[in-house]
């Protein structure tokens, strides 16, 4: 199947430094990915959907200044979290989508504020 | 609001015996379910999925049961196998071109020798 990376695997960070996220499709183009944030023992949680050349859209209850989203490419989305602070500590996944139901899911990133 | 629901947190099963993961759902306008695979510190990797046209998808040792008049649906694997032990997550997509999946809180299951 299509493989979706993410960079860096793990992270951890002080508390109010910024910290990018990046998801790349490795063997084909994504016009849409998708960023989930997982709580321990908890759901995925959908955060927002990155179009190529456009604006992400959020889901309701996600902070957008907070959560940077840029799509600059067909095969790259990142998230940066912005002045991180311990409860932005999570397990942030990434998706891209090729085709309605069909999305891949990248490997997930740690983020650890201290 | 929980739109997809997984009411086991966990379930243990007899390596050789049936496992069976259930999933329910509250809104009319999903039209495609899918089942996936989760490790731990991992992204989620694709099973399984079932249009809303259809009550039954089979594939290998997984098939996939959706009743939708009782917005249910369910994973049974059989054989398992210890490797199956996992995290199952069950996800729905709504009608229209969004693409956004909506994720159950998951059952871990575990299987043993």
């Known amino acids: 199947g299509a493989v979706v990376s993410q960079h860096p695997s793990r992270v951890i960070c002080k508390s109010g430094t910024s910290v990018k996220i990046e998801c790349r499709s490795l063997d084909f183009q994504a016009t849409t990915m998708f960023w989930y944030r997982q709580f321990p023992k908890k759901s995925l949680m959908l955060m927002a959907t990155s179009n190529e050349g456009s604006k992400a859209t959020y889901e309701q209850g996600v902070e957008k200044d907070k959560f940077l989203i840029n799509h600059a490419s067909l095969t790259l989305s990142t998230l940066t979290v912005t002045s991180a602070h311990p409860e932005d500590s999570s397990f942030y996944i990434c998706?891209?989508?090729?085709?309605?139901?069909?999305?891949?899911f990248g490997p997930g990133t740690r983020l650890l504020v201290l | 609001d929980q739109q997809v629901k997984q009411n086991s947190p966990s379930l243990s099963v007899q390596e050789g015996r049936i496992s069976i993961l259930n999933c329910d759902y509250t809104?009319?306008?999903?039209?495609?379910f899918l089942w996936y695979k989760k490790y731990p510190a991992e992204g989620p990797t694709f099973l399984i999925s079932?249009?809303?046209?259809?009550d039954k998808n089979e594939d290998g040792r997984f098939t996939v049961f959706l009743n939708k008049s009782a917005k249910h649906l369910s994973l049974h694997i059989v054989p398992s196998q210890p490797g199956d032990s996992a995290v199952y997550f069950c996800a729905a997509i709504t009608s229209g071109n969004t693409g956004k999946l909506i994720f159950g809180q998951g059952t871990t299951l575990q299987v043993k020798p």
């Open positions: 998706s891209a989508r090729t085709g309605r139901e069909t999305q891949y």
């Open positions: 809104n009319s306008m999903f039209d495609y």
């Open positions: 079932i249009s809303s046209i259809k």
